[in-house]
Protein backbone atom coordinates (compact mmCIF):
# COMPACT_ATOMS: atom_id res chain seq x y z
CA UNK A 1 0.00 0.00 0.00
CA UNK A 2 1.27 3.48 -0.54
CA UNK A 3 0.46 6.70 0.88
CA UNK A 4 0.63 9.98 -0.22
CA UNK A 5 1.06 13.39 1.04
CA UNK A 6 0.85 16.68 -0.79
CA UNK A 7 2.09 20.09 -0.02
CA UNK A 8 2.84 22.82 -1.82
CA UNK A 9 -0.62 25.00 -1.99
CA UNK A 10 -1.32 28.26 -1.00
CA UNK A 11 -2.85 31.76 -2.48
CA UNK A 12 -1.18 33.37 -5.42
CA UNK A 13 -2.18 36.09 -8.07
CA UNK A 14 -3.21 35.45 -11.85
CA UNK A 15 0.29 34.47 -13.29
CA UNK A 16 2.23 33.24 -10.65
CA UNK A 17 4.08 29.79 -10.22
CA UNK A 18 3.52 27.49 -7.52
CA UNK A 19 4.60 24.17 -7.47
CA UNK A 20 3.41 21.10 -5.62
CA UNK A 21 4.74 17.99 -4.17
CA UNK A 22 3.45 14.71 -3.14
CA UNK A 23 5.81 12.63 -1.10
CA UNK A 24 5.31 8.88 -1.63
CA UNK A 25 5.60 6.26 0.81
CA UNK A 26 4.82 2.31 1.38
CA UNK A 27 5.81 0.14 -1.33
CA UNK A 28 8.27 1.16 -4.28
CA UNK A 29 5.86 3.08 -6.55
CA UNK A 30 8.01 3.48 -9.97
CA UNK A 31 5.85 0.80 -11.12
CA UNK A 32 2.78 2.74 -10.46
CA UNK A 33 1.31 6.01 -12.79
CA UNK A 34 1.18 9.11 -10.45
CA UNK A 35 -1.61 11.55 -11.17
CA UNK A 36 -2.86 15.06 -10.21
CA UNK A 37 -6.40 15.80 -10.04
CA UNK A 38 -8.40 18.85 -9.08
CA UNK A 39 -11.49 18.98 -7.71
CA UNK A 40 -13.27 23.23 -7.79
CA UNK A 41 -16.35 23.89 -5.74
CA UNK A 42 -19.41 22.24 -6.91
CA UNK A 43 -17.52 20.81 -9.89
CA UNK A 44 -16.16 16.85 -10.53
CA UNK A 45 -12.92 15.59 -9.68
CA UNK A 46 -10.94 16.06 -12.99
CA UNK A 47 -7.49 14.85 -14.29
CA UNK A 48 -4.45 16.98 -14.63
CA UNK A 49 -1.69 14.90 -15.28
CA UNK A 50 0.05 12.05 -14.97
CA UNK A 51 3.71 10.40 -14.98
CA UNK A 52 4.94 6.76 -14.84
CA UNK A 53 8.68 8.16 -15.13
CA UNK A 54 10.08 4.32 -15.11
CA UNK A 55 9.19 4.44 -19.29
CA UNK A 56 9.45 7.69 -19.28
CA UNK A 57 5.36 9.02 -20.30
CA UNK A 58 3.65 11.55 -18.95
CA UNK A 59 0.47 13.38 -19.97
CA UNK A 60 -1.04 16.52 -19.45
CA UNK A 61 -4.51 17.79 -19.39
CA UNK A 62 -5.96 19.86 -22.54
CA UNK A 63 -6.43 23.21 -20.02
CA UNK A 64 -3.10 22.76 -18.75
CA UNK A 65 -1.05 21.85 -21.09
CA UNK A 66 1.89 24.22 -21.61
CA UNK A 67 1.55 25.91 -18.17
CA UNK A 68 2.04 22.95 -15.82
CA UNK A 69 4.29 20.26 -15.98
CA UNK A 70 4.49 17.03 -13.89
CA UNK A 71 7.48 15.17 -13.22
CA UNK A 72 9.39 12.81 -10.40
CA UNK A 73 11.98 11.86 -8.17
CA UNK A 74 12.34 8.39 -7.71
CA UNK A 75 15.07 8.53 -5.23
CA UNK A 76 13.28 10.89 -3.23
CA UNK A 77 9.63 9.05 -4.14
CA UNK A 78 8.40 12.21 -4.67
CA UNK A 79 6.17 13.78 -7.69
CA UNK A 80 5.89 16.78 -8.17
CA UNK A 81 3.52 19.68 -10.39
CA UNK A 82 5.17 22.75 -11.61
CA UNK A 83 2.27 25.33 -11.93
CA UNK A 84 3.17 28.63 -13.87
CA UNK A 85 0.79 31.24 -15.78
CA UNK A 86 -1.72 30.27 -12.73
CA UNK A 87 -5.50 31.40 -13.99
CA UNK A 88 -8.16 31.94 -11.15
CA UNK A 89 -9.83 28.86 -13.40
CA UNK A 90 -7.33 26.99 -11.44
CA UNK A 91 -8.53 27.28 -8.29
CA UNK A 92 -8.66 23.94 -6.91
CA UNK A 93 -7.93 21.55 -4.14
CA UNK A 94 -5.23 19.16 -6.61
CA UNK A 95 -4.96 15.74 -5.03
CA UNK A 96 -2.16 13.18 -5.64
CA UNK A 97 -3.39 9.81 -6.39
CA UNK A 98 -1.32 6.35 -7.57
CA UNK A 99 -2.72 3.87 -9.91
CA UNK A 100 -1.14 0.49 -9.47
CA UNK A 101 -1.45 -0.41 -12.89
CA UNK A 102 0.51 -0.53 -16.32
CA UNK A 103 -2.90 1.06 -17.99
CA UNK A 104 -3.15 4.31 -18.20
CA UNK A 105 -6.24 6.24 -17.36
CA UNK A 106 -7.64 9.52 -16.14
CA UNK A 107 -10.74 8.50 -14.49
CA UNK A 108 -9.78 9.58 -10.85
CA UNK A 109 -11.95 6.44 -9.83
CA UNK A 110 -9.28 4.12 -11.21
CA UNK A 111 -6.70 5.32 -8.94
CA UNK A 112 -6.36 3.01 -6.20
CA UNK A 113 -4.83 5.52 -3.20
CA UNK A 114 -5.67 9.28 -2.69
CA UNK A 115 -3.26 12.13 -0.44
CA UNK A 116 -5.43 14.66 1.38
CA UNK A 117 -5.41 17.53 -1.37
CA UNK A 118 -3.34 20.64 -1.15
CA UNK A 119 -5.67 24.21 -1.36
CA UNK A 120 -4.79 26.31 -4.32
CA UNK A 121 -6.21 29.50 -4.87
CA UNK A 122 -5.60 31.80 -7.58
CA UNK A 123 -6.49 35.63 -7.06
CA UNK A 124 -7.48 38.07 -10.51
Known amino acids: QVQLVESGGGLVQAGDSLRLSCAAS????????MGWFRQAPGKEREFVAA????????SHADSVKGRFTISGDNAKNTVYLQMNSLKPEDTAVYYC?????????????????WGQGTQVTVSS
Open 97 to 113: AARSSVIFTTIPTTYDT
Open 51 to 58: IRWSVGYT
Open 26 to 33: GRAFSSYH
